[in-house]
């Protein structure tokens, strides 16, 4: 349901542990613009490299997710162990319950594809690829675009269209549902009860301080796996610390041109989704969307990606 000043957004940290000066940071950044927060009591719990125990994970996040008071689920950071919260979220009993709820807001990226991806195509859910707490809200404006946010996450009523500085890599205009994330995160969904359906989608890819050659072989896998067979699109986020400097910058782009070589259907560089250098966008998966490419790079979500606050219907894929 759409998000509007005032309303409640939980926190939960369903991987990695938590910075706490940071994770207070984006706090106060969601407060300033005038959300109400619920942080989660074992947010900044430690387990290993984990935020607390997979079951603890697991329970604060299924918290929210049947509370009704908590309009969406931000997320703190990624790191690892989203994995283990979906494969638990996907039980029967717990499916059972979860296909008994109102869709609501869930945002992250990074490890946390994991879970959006689940999410969407388990239960149908629209999810979002966005800015998190102690990387992006914690830097304030300069970390995320605030105005695109507002707009998918409190607009219910239609699409909109937003122009972006990413780079067209091969013109063409698509049309398709907006899907995907961090490249190890979809790779790792393969061969499992959640592995990723790309047919027909517009397919976001995004990684950061990855070797080229590592990018080939997680794109090399997808290919082999038949998921690049039937899209319609590709949109790479910044990719930093991927090889983009000068130099090994060609290195990336030819990995990329030989992963989609015979396919006609447009690629863009530089989007500004997941792993990015500030002003991180928010796209809505599960949406139908229009990526054209040319001179410029502008990305139109052809409906809204929420419902008003009083429809209890839930989305379908």
């Given amino acids: 349901m ?110 946390v594809t994991t879970l959006l991806i689940f999410l969407n195509q388990t239960l149908g859910w629209v999810t979002f690829q966005g800015p998190m707490l102690t990387k992006d809200f914690s830097a304030g404006e300069t970390g995320y675009d605030r105005i695109v946010m507002e707009q998918l996450l409190a607009n219910a009523s239609r699409g ?73 699109g590709v949109a790479f986020g910044e990719m930093p610390g991927c090889g983009m400097a000068e130099g090994p910058a060609e290195a990336l782009r030819e990995v990329i041109e030989e992963a989609f070589a015979g396919l006609d259907i447009p690629i863009v560089f530089g989007l500004r989704f997941g792993h990015n250098t500030g002003r991180c966008l928010t796209l809505p998966m599960g949406v139908r969307a229009r990526l054209e490419a040319g001179d410029r790079v502008t990305l139109t979500f052809l409906e809204p990606a929420v419902r008003p606050p009083n429809k209890k219907s839930r989305r379908k894929k």
């Fill in 2 to 111: 759409a998000l509007r000043r005032g309303d409640i957004i939980g926190i939960v940290a369903p991987a990695s542990p938590v910075e706490a000066r940071r994770l207070q940071e984006g706090i106060r950044e969601l407060e300033a613009i005038g959300y109400r927060v619920l942080c989660d009591e074992g947010v900044l719990a430690r387990h290993g490299y984990f935020a607390g125990s997979h079951e603890e994970r697991t329970q604060a996040f299924l918290k929210y997710l049947e509370d009704p008071s908590v309009r969406a689920i931000f997320c703190a950071r990624g790191g690892y162990g989203s994995n283990y919260v979906a494969e638990r979220l996907a039980s029967r009993s717990v499916l059972l319950r979860l296909q008994r709820r109102t869709p609501k807001i869930v945002m992250g990226y990074s490890d």
């Fill in 160 to 232: 909109f269209t937003v122009e972006t500085d990413a780079q067209t890599l091969r013109a063409g205009t698509a049309e398709g549902r907006l899907l995907g994330g961090c490249l190890p995160m979809l790779t790792a969904t393969l061969g499992t009860p959640q592995e990723i359906d790309t047919r027909g989608t517009i397919l976001l890819l995004e990684d950061v301080d990855e070797k080229p050659f590592r990018i080939d072989r997680m794109l090399f896998h997808l290919r082999r796996a038949g998921k690049l067979r039937d899209i319609k």
